[in-house]
């Protein structure tokens, strides 16, 4: 008995280092998941890579190729089911066969329906013992936005909110410069790059002209600008850098072409969404946001177009960054608008909520239930 606590200990700790491997790719990988492996032989460590970008080498095979010839007889630790189709790259379990490999341990299932069970049916066919299931809770964490994508074909949609005490985002005035702090707003910098895509609805973009860029990061987030009307200003800051722009807004009517589409079709690409109520399907435009490549999006504003992402129940995960000042006035703009609720016990509710201080404001972070 106590052997094999210590042997799942041990398998523990080997799969604990291939999740650390797979995090330096954080923000990376997308639409790919983050994956790590490790060979083991004799109680050493002999081969270990992870997938460092969509396109690039499985972690797999980054790690056996490390190893060599010591891949032989060895223990392969992977924190995702190695692939059994083709890709952008061949199948991993092709080279786990040929490297000699002896054994498999696998974090968790690949949630790919082209793939979910295949890869371990195709080892254990070829006579390599394979066991699943370690760490499965953290490792689902780490690729929440790769499992809604894969299995939903939607993104994984992310709201974020800079806002005071009383839940406001501007003054009556329309004064919103600055609610949080700065060390608030370097955070928030930070965070963007772990996203494909910021999401803002155009009133923002009349309101505040925000840039939507990132400090940093190597690679920019697609800006994403949801506008039924096509009304944003074809000197918009968006476009001040020349990074990709989407802009979401109904189909064209024939015979309706208009100067401002022709001139905004020349800065930006133009995604055309079903209506729903006189305004953009929110859901059909995830869709189509999907079909892109673009698997999770960070929702920013304003209080309109974030009341409408949790009236339609698309939202997955809070950042509430709170400012400890109180604005006040029915007039002044609220975080969350839209439809909202009659009732308080249909309310939305949230799990997993995380508090954590920045500089003099709080950050609330949680997933809709």
Known sequence: MRKEINNMNIREKYMNLALRLALKAQGKTSPNPMVGALVVKNG???GKGYHEKAGSSH?????LDEAEKKSRGACLYVTLEPCAHFGKTPPCVDRIIKSGI???MVGMLDPNPLNNGEGIRILKQNKIKVQVGFLENRLRKINEVFIKYITKRMPFVTVKVGQSLDGKIATKSGDSKWITSDK????????????????VGVNTILRDNPMLDTWFYYRYP???VVDSQLSTPEDANIFSKNRPVIIATLYNQPGQETDNRRILAAKARILEIKE??????LKDMLKKLAQLGIANILVEGGGTLIGSFFDEGLVDKVLFFISPKIIGGKEALSSIMGRGIS??????????VKLKKIGEDFLVEGYVK
């Not at 972690?59 to 790690?63: D, F, G, K």
């Not at 729903?276 to 399907?281: D, R």
């Not at 009732?343 to 997993?352: E, F």
């Open 276 to 281: 729903k109520e006189g305004q953009i399907n």
């Open 102 to 104: 002896k054994e498999v």
């Open 222 to 224: 697609i800006k994403v």
């Open 343 to 352: 009732r308080i016990d249909k309310a939305v509710k949230l799990k997993d």
């Open 184 to 199: 608030s707003r370097v955070y928030a910098h930070r965070l963007r790059r772990n996203y494909d895509a910021i999401m």
């Open 59 to 63: 972690a797999e095979v980054i790690a």
């Open 44 to 46: 050493k460590i002999v």
